[in-house]
């Protein structure tokens, strides 16, 4: 069980367009969802963290305006990549945790570039 | 807050050989911790993880991890490794939050 799906899992975009990427958990509620930033060969940084119908809450120097994030419903979450620019290209991963449980299981990811 | 560190950036192992990934947290309660391994392109998995009770956890794939509070720590270890096991490995430290907080990754080569 516990398993977390994220779609696309590859995405390619022009500068200057905006990129929905997906998270669900598909066979438990997550009522927290996390979206994390990957560089090549660095590790994971969180960027924010949703509760379903709140709004998200943004780790430091993250713009909540350019990474738009929603958590309408227990089983899905989205993070919206506004007007792309090339270094905006990482890997994006979420992860999803149940009420009362201290583990996260994570998506397997989405490769964004941004030509 | 929490953070972790992983001092090894990259450790190579034969085939068959033992393997040992050193992780150092700092955390001012009893900390959740956790170690995951990532496949080039692909999530994380987790491989063990150690909330409570017992101080030698058990994990998947053969990996097991020994907390030890007094040098705040948390290795991972592997009797044997196979040419499977070659990846990247984190460890991490969660607060009551649910926030994990990564370590630097420790990237795995195995040679035959």
């Known amino acids: 069980g516990a398993v977390v799906s994220q779609h696309p899992s590859r995405v390619i975009c022009k500068s200057g367009t905006s990129v929905k990427i997906e998270c669900r958990s598909l066979d438990f509620q997550a009522t927290t969802m996390f979206w994390y930033r990957q560089f090549p060969k660095q590790s994971l940084m969180l960027m924010a963290t949703s509760n379903e119908g709140s709004k998200a809450t943004y780790e430091q120097g993250v713009e909540k305006d350019k990474f738009l994030i929603n958590h309408a419903s227990l089983t899905l979450s989205t993070l919206t990549v506004t007007s792309a620019h090339p270094e905006d290209s990482s890997f994006y991963i979420c992860s999803a945790a149940a009420g009362g449980q201290n583990e996260q299981f994570f998506g397997p990811g989405t490769r964004l570039t941004v030509l | 807050a929490q953070s972790v560190t992983q001092p090894d950036i990259h450790i190579t192992v034969s085939e068959g050989a033992s393997l040992e990934l050193r992780c150092n947290y700092s955390y001012g309660a009893t900390p959740y911790l956790f170690w995951y391994v990532q496949s080039p392109g692909q999530g994380l998995q987790l491989l063990l993880k150690?909330?409570?009770?017992?101080?030698l956890v058990q994990g998947i794939k053969g990996f097991e991890a020994e907390f030890k509070r007094s040098q705040s720590s948390f290795n991972l270890r592997k009797p044997s490794v196979h040419w499977s096991d070659a990846a990247e490995y984190f460890c991490a430290v969660a607060a009551g939050d649910y926030k994990l907080s990564f370590g630097a990754g420790t990237t795995v080569t195995v040679r035959a």
């Open positions: 150690y909330f409570s009770g017992d101080t």
